[in-house]
């Protein structure tokens, strides 16, 4: 606790007097172009890792950066997609994971979870992921994975949220209209590279190579 409160005097000292601008601004609301969805995992900063600002990213997070498929039962991450989409009209969303997932670890082997009540219930959103992993690999179903897979499983999860997504009706409305994009990405703590896939992939790529044409954009005005 002490680093955080020597945070928060070096924010109000120092950081907030220097964006004080920026901050009046956003204290009569907000206009994020974008909904980043991530693994609530602490070494994940998507603002560090995005080069954001306050104001820029609508964030939300949980364990193994999931999405529930829509259904009539109200949960935080339905409610948090349906006012970003329909209230914020933001126009990108990215599902991020990332390497080393302890989500998707506990995902291999549901009965290493077992005494988790509400962890396990959580995982099971990563099923369709798991048993695609264990098709490819002749691995029974309700077997456990090995950690050899785990890439696999997370790059997985992520083709899958990014379905789950799409059953939201808002969503749903708004990939019809063109007037949403989504995008996969997987983020590598060691290296901080980040490999993505588009909508309607089902391959990861390098950053570099999906977003080329943008990155020329930007050399172009630099």
Known sequence: MKKIVKGVLEFRQNVYP??????????DGQSPDTL????????????????????????????GNIIPP???????????????????????IIICGHTDCGAIKGALDMSAVEGLPHVKEWL?????????????HDIASGQSIGHEHLNEAIEENVLQQVQHIRTHPIVAAKLATNKVEIHGWIYNIKNGQVRCCRQDGTE???????????????????
């Open 18 to 27: 220097k964006n004080k601008d920026l901050f009046g601004t956003l204290a």
């Open 70 to 92: 829509h259904s009539n039962e109200t949960g935080g991450m339905t409610a948090s997609i349906e006012y970003a989409v329909a209230v914020l009209g933001i126009k990108h």
């Open 204 to 222: 990861f790529q390098d950053f570099e190579t999906l977003y080329s044409s943008l990155i020329e954009e930007i050399n172009n005005e630099a």
């Open 36 to 63: 980043f969805i991530t693994c609530s995992d602490s070494r994940i900063d998507p603002n560090l890792v995005t080069g954001t600002e306050p104001g820029d990213l609508f964030i939300c997070r949980n364990a």
């Open 124 to 136: 099971s959103h990563t099923r369709s992921a798991m048993e695609i992993v264990r098709e490819r």
